[in-house]
């Protein structure tokens, strides 16, 4: 596994959640991570990505204002910080990095992803 992803579980709408995403040291030069999430039945889908030097980042319009992606630059590590979840936040979510330093376009793309983490489920249900 080149990503681990954790913190995921069981929360009631309006609750929150912290995932964090680790890259190995095989996953060699990371410089942008993002986490995507898939529901069953649907394909998966971008939540969002930041770049690991400036910080600039892009959220999906579902998530914007309830979650924040943060990140470690030295450990090489991502962070998705979720509030106020709702019932349709429900999937599992994988974290990904990219060797490339990525424009806020590119990000949304599943194919701009070099690394895939193994994925953590997120249940939102009362």
């Known amino acids: 596994v080149q990503l681990q992803a954790s913190g995921g579980g069981l929360v009631q709408p309006g609750g929150s959640l912290r995932l964090s995403c680790a890259a190995s040291?095989?996953?060699?030069?990371?410089?942008?991570m993002a986490w995507f999430r898939q529901a069953p039945g649907k394909e998966r889908e971008f939540v969002a990505a930041?770049?690991?030097?400036?910080?600039?980042?892009r959220y999906a319009d579902s998530v914007k204002g309830r979650f924040t992606i943060s990140r470690d630059r030295a450990k090489k590590m991502a962070f998705l910080q979720m509030n106020s979840l709702k019932p349709e936040d429900t999937a599992v979510y994988f974290c990904?990095?990219?060797?490339?330093?990525?424009?806020?376009?590119?990000?949304?793309?599943?194919?701009?992803?070099?690394?895939w983490g193994q994925g953590t489920q997120v249940t939102v249900s009362s």
């Open positions: 990904a990095g990219a060797v490339a330093t990525h424009i806020i376009s590119s990000m949304a793309s599943l194919r701009s992803w070099d690394y």
């Open positions: 040291i095989r996953t060699g030069n990371v410089n942008t």
């Open positions: 930041q770049r690991l030097a400036d910080g600039g980042a």
